[in-house]
């Protein structure tokens, strides 16, 4: 059984940094894929980030790009959002997920390609 947690969200100024958490519990996370997404109230689940199942590959949005780093460490069954230069627009809940193919990071900003996920972490920069 699969299970996702994530952590590190919190209240900061726009110009701070956060790193958020996620931690896999049960079999294979080293084979998937793992994403970040984020969702603001009233709207559509976002992508934000996917590291493959060996960091080889990474992807981010435009939006983040420049400013968010995905990373994972397989011995600690974790994956890493670092999240710099905090503007308004990234006021959101963080969630984490997993792809659901081992082994395949295809079509990663696809929510539906993703079949577990965490109950996310609040993140919210103000001005």
């Known amino acids: 059984q699969v299970q996702l947690a994530e952590s590190g969200g919190g209240l900061v100024q726009a110009g701070a940094s956060l790193r958020l958490a996620c931690v896999h519990s049960?079999?294979?996370?080293?084979?998937?894929?793992m994403g970040w997404f984020r969702q603001a109230p009233g709207k559509e689940r976002e992508f934000v980030a996917t590291?493959?199942?060996?960091?080889?590959?990474?992807t981010y949005s435009d939006p983040v790009k420049g400013r968010f780093t995905i990373s994972r460490d397989n011995t600690m069954n974790t994956v890493f959002l670092q999240m710099t230069d905090l503007i308004s627009a990234d006021t959101a809940v963080y969630y984490c997920?997993?792809?659901?193919?081992?082994?395949?990071?295809?079509?990663?900003?696809?929510?539906?390609?993703?079949?577990?996920w965490g109950q996310g972490t609040q993140v919210t920069v103000v001005a």
């Open positions: 997920a997993r792809h659901a193919t081992p082994r395949s990071v295809l079509r990663p900003e696809e929510p539906n390609r993703y079949n577990y």
């Open positions: 049960g079999d294979n996370f080293s084979t998937y894929a």
């Open positions: 590291i493959s199942w060996g960091s080889a590959f990474t």
